[in-house]
């Protein structure tokens, strides 16, 4: 089983982003998916969930971001919109366990991660 997240990279303040995280080994989708990010000595923290039609989103990117999910290619996107410095880190998709669809912010709560992808923003 395997998470593999992409689309990273350098922008500027305003500019867009998609992140991509393709799963292969078995499907997930009936997975609760989400994302989450970290920058160096802070704790990972949630970003988005998706969990069927359901999402939920942190406040700091709520109204920018926009999870999504092609279940016939097994891969949730992040779309980042009017990125800000503050959006730096390291980005990493998770899932949490089969048969399980409550959306968690907790990252203990997810089985499953993928390698990172880094997003960098620039002022």
């Known amino acids: 089983v395997q998470l593999q997240a992409c689309g990273g990279g350098l922008v500027q303040a305003g500019d867009s982003l998609r992140l991509s995280c393709a799963a292969s080994?078995?499907?997930?989708?009936?997975?609760?998916m989400g994302w989450f990010r970290q920058t160096p000595g802070k704790e990972r923290e949630f970003v988005a969930a998706?969990?069927?039609?359901?999402?939920t989103y942190a406040d700091s990117v709520k109204g920018r971001f926009t999870i999504s999910r092609d279940n016939a290619k097994n891969t949730v996107y992040l779309q980042m919109d009017s990125l800000k410095p503050e959006d730096t880190a390291v980005y990493y998709c998770a899932a949490r366990a089969a048969a399980v669809t409550v959306i968690r912010r907790d990252r203990y709560a997810y089985a499953y991660w993928g390698q990172g992808t880094q997003v960098t923003v620039s002022s």
């Open positions: 998706v969990s069927g039609s359901s999402t």
């Open positions: 080994g078995r499907t997930f989708s009936s997975n609760v």
